[in-house]
């Protein structure tokens, strides 16, 4: 699970990393950033393995059906 997903960068690292039956779950506030996110593990071959959310971490949390190994906080670290 990340928080936070920019442009996609360190999802699509994880990615990479993970098996075939591995996932990434991404949550960012913005729609752009989603978007081009999206866009970014397409190109890099990924995006079967990530699963890119757009709207507030605070709001999104509860409707996802964990366990999660992993959380990746990336977000405005005022919000920590």
Known sequence: LELGS??????????RQL???GR???ID????ATAV???MAELA????RIEFLTGSANDRLESLE???DLV????????Y
Request: proline share 5%.
């Open 45 to 48: 071959g990924v995006a079967h």
């Open 6 to 15: 920019f442009v996609g960068y360190s999802a699509i690292l994880m990615a």
């Open 72 to 79: 990746f906080l990336d977000h405005w670290k005022d919000l």
């Open 19 to 21: 098996s075939d039956a």
């Open 24 to 26: 990434i779950v991404s």
């Open 29 to 32: 506030v913005s729609p752009e």
């Open 66 to 68: 964990g366990p999660f």
């Open 37 to 39: 996110a999206r866009s």
